[in-house]
């Protein structure tokens, strides 16, 4: 994966301090809502967050965006390795950020049924161009949680994702891979 110099390590390594990922976000270019359409496979950008690791934890495997009126914001594998559809909910979302002791690996098969009890087939975000950090690209707007993700190029298959979650004063960051097929 080409990246810009002096950034492989974030990207690779899959951690960096908040200032860095911050930096690296702001010199990446936008994207539009087309570059988006498409299943992606996502992993954490660990910053000293809250969720970092929590995704990884609940088998998180990325995001689906249709159109920009129909997209999957929460793509998981199942307990039989196939990804589902999960409806995001604000209940659980406050509750998994006080209880760190969620990321364990020993709670991985309660996180995974739980997964599969908010299973969907409707579409949970809608796709638009918004500012963010001064440049506009496509951002994620969760239909029930204050929460938008904003999209950065890396490369032709792989964006840098901001969640900007209105209770939370720390960004979350995220990488996403575009699936092939």
């Known amino acids: 994966m080409e990246i810009l110099e002096g950034y492989p390590s974030i990207l690779t ?25 498409g299943r992606w496979q996502g992993s954490g950008l660990h910053t000293s ?24 914001p929460l793509l998981f594998l199942d307990g039989q390795g196939k990804v589902i559809k999960v409806a995001p909910n604000p209940t659980a979302m406050n509750w998994v950020l006080k209880m760190p002791f969620l990321k364990n690996d ?10 599969s009890l908010l299973k ?34 890396v490369d032709e298959n792989t964006v840098l994702g901001i969640m900007d979650f209105k209770n939370l004063p720390q960004p979350f960051f995220f990488i996403l891979k575009r699936c092939s097929g």
């Open 120 to 153: 969907t087939e409707r579409s949970q975000a809608r796709l638009r161009m918004m500012e963010y950090r001064g440049k506009v690209s496509a951002t994620m707007i969760y239909d029930y949680l204050p929460i938008a993700d904003s999209f950065r190029k």
């Open 13 to 37: 390594n899959a951690k960096a301090t908040i200032e860095q990922a911050l930096q690296l976000f702001d010199t990446l270019e936008p994207v539009n809502l087309d570059f988006m359409l």
């Open 49 to 72: 967050h809250p969720m970092d690791g929590l995704l990884e934890a609940s088998n998180w495997y990325g995001k689906e965006f249709i159109d920009p009126e129909n997209v999957h």
């Open 106 to 115: 020993f709670l991985k098969p309660l996180l995974i049924l739980t997964n």
